[in-house]
């Protein structure tokens, strides 16, 4: 199969994960990398020595060796550089969140579609090993019906006040609540009704002056008396530690992502590690089976279950209930 020959734009520290992925793929070649540092533009060329390099993205777009491209920029970058690759007639595979603004979002979503282009987003756990094996293992009834989800993210360190600022990413309740939010929603099959949440304890207090926290809860309510909690920290000290736990009606299914990534299932015969599921590096891995995914759509391989833009807003939706429950301290209808 023809390799899908795509732009790189964005050499931040998603980019560069993007970047190494991309650098081991087999079904994506980088042709094309844009980044308005020229230290960047330098780590590219030795990744990718035959790729042009541009230090804007509207010269890669129009390249014509590009057919996608991969959109790694900062947050509110994303809607105006999607809408021009869009225009261009190029696939595109975004960072999340898609858009800050939930309508635009789906607007985006929209034109993708209407144009028959692949937009994806960049929900990478989705197609990690440890989650994808729970997701499997849900879907087959392996632990009865889903009840109550409980799923943690825990970064070792916070990022800088002016990347927190909540017009920048989104702040915490979107920049990292989006992806369980997803998750959530993606494991139980349905979507969440009504949030409530809380900010727990400000460690880092520069995070204060542009709107943001460094702890918070929350609590989504879904139809059949079904919940599930997030908790989101940037000061926990140890390592970037993310985990899934979903309880059943018939037993329980455990995602670990640190130290290494790995499924569990408990049932009344005991604890076991399920087959298949372990991976060193989970973040790695589901970054790269995102992208065999991208491909595989654009090819029209057959139909892949992707995070599209209508997902992106979804998630988002969700991050501004979330943020609004705790300003209010109600309960927020979704």
Known sequence: MTRLRVALI???????????????????????????????????????????????????????????????????????????ALSNNLHVLCEKPLALNVEVAHELATIASTVNLVLQIGHWRRFSPPWATAKRMLD??????????????????????????????????????????????WLFGSQATAVRAWNLTLVEKSLAAVGDVDNLCAVLEFGNSRAAFVDLSRNCRYGDDVRTEILGSDGAIYVDLFPTGRTRLATKDGMVEVDGSQVADATAAGVENQLNAFAAQVNQRGSVDISDGHASARATQIGHAVILATKTSDRVEI
């Open 10 to 84: 964005g050499l931040g520290r998603m980019g560069r994960v993007h970047a190494a992925a991309l650098a081991n793929s087999e079904t994506v070649e980088v042709v094309a990398v844009a980044d308005p540092s020229p230290q960047s533009r330098e780590f590219a060329k030795t990744i990718f020595p035959s790729a042009a390099m541009f230090d804007n993205y509207e010269q890669a777009i129009v390249n014509d060796q590009v057919q996608a491209c991969v959109i790694a920029s900062p947050t509110p970058l994303h809607p105006q550089m999607v809408r021009d």
């Open 140 to 185: 087959s009834g392996a632990i009865g019906e889903p009840i109550m989800i409980r799923l943690s993210q825990w970064d070792a360190n916070s990022p800088p006040a002016s990347f927190c600022d909540v017009s920048v990413s989104g702040g915490l309740a979107i920049d990292c609540g989006v992806h369980e939010y997803d998750l959530a929603e």
